[in-house]
């Protein structure tokens, strides 16, 4: 578990065990989702803080009796936990982005929670009113996906590949409709590679119905797309990037395995990442120009300072 993760808990933990006394341990690890020896660490640490100053009469008091907790003297961080104004802020807009989603499941729910959220907001409802929150549902491209999906039916698709740079043309038998990172994607049995394959929806050039049922092979799986659509594996190319303070959105957008701070005064970091698709990755480091730069692979590193000569030398024969 992590810090901010553990402290959350914390904090919840504090008024949960402050209003009712006495409470017994199997009550708490059943709420919380934690083990005793889980609950015990946090009622150690617990013990150890309070207010300044640190002295008995400042710190919590944590009393077990059997297998029964009390808690006293946390009056200060006993109260209801607030949202700060960003934090309001941040909660309205993005429920009202997934109330944008077309066809979502339990939006009176969500629209009775957004009515409550806004009134306990209190002046940060009114701001967060002043945003304007649209996702784009990819046009017809959605609709005929969701169809296949609900009917059983194969796709025909021709989807545009921006690693690659390609228009594939490909039949596909759809297992689901998901949107990761505010994007669209259609996940399913992919005929042309014998695999389950994810294709972003707004990348589809083209999407028929075929009268063919879906015929998805037995132990096809979904993806676990909690990280983001596309993973790092072992198999993909390690690559080692240097970029400028002006390109440290990429350590943010692309997953690395490595990011360290630069002895360089201006703030640049080196970046240890995988990528699937090579292509990809010369065309991310002319865009960045002066930015990056690339060590390893070092034939990579070749390719980019040949197509970079290449067009720097038709720029001159135009001039």
């Not at 303070?245 to 350590?251: D, Q, T």
């Amino acid at each position: 578990m992590t810090a901010p993760s553990r402290l959350a808990r914390l904090l919840a933990l504090v008024p949960y065990l402050v209003a009712r006394p006495g409470v017994q341990i199997s009550e708490v690890t059943a709420v919380f989702g934690i083990s005793e020896v889980e609950l015990q660490k946090d009622l150690e640490l617990l013990f150890v803080c309070g207010l300044p100053g640190y002295s008995p009469g400042d710190l919590i008091d944590v009393s077990l009796s059997g297998d029964r907790i009390t808690v006293t003297n946390a009056d200060t961080i006993a109260r209801p936990l607030r949202l700060s104004p960003d934090e309001a802020l941040a909660l309205l807009v993005a429920a009202r982005s997934l109330a944008a989603v077309p066809g979502l499941a339990e939006r009176d729910s969500l629209d009775r929670a957004l009515v409550k959220l806004a009134a306990a907001s209190g002046p940060q409802a009114a701001e967060a009113s002043s945003v304007a929150v649209q996702v784009e549902p990819e046009g017809e491209v959605l609709e005929v996906a969701r169809r296949a999906l609900r009917e059983g039916h194969r796709v025909h698709l021709s989807h545009h590949s921006a690693a690659r740079d390609e228009v594939t043309e490909r039949d596909v038998d759809p297992m689901r409709v998901v949107m990761v990172d505010g994007w669209w994607y259609l996940e399913g049995w992919c005929h042309r590679v014998d695999g389950v394959r994810t294709f972003r929806l707004d990348r589809v050039v083209d999407l028929q119905v075929l009268d063919v049922p879906a015929d998805i092979p037995e132990g096809a799986e979904l993806r676990d797309l909690a990280e983001g659509v596309f993973q790092p594996s072992p198999e993909h190319t390690l690559v080692t990037l240097d970029v400028a303070p002006g390109a440290r959105w990429v350590a943010d957008y692309y997953p690395c395995e490595s990011v360290t701070e630069l002895d360089d005064p201006a703030g640049g970091l080196r970046l240890s990442l995988r990528v699937a698709d090579t292509s990809w990755l010369v065309r991310l480091v002319l865009r960045l120009g002066g930015n990056a730069l690339l060590h390893e692979p070092t034939e990579l590193a070749a390719e980019v300072r040949s197509q970079a000569e290449r067009a720097l030398s038709a720029y001159a024969d135009r001039t």
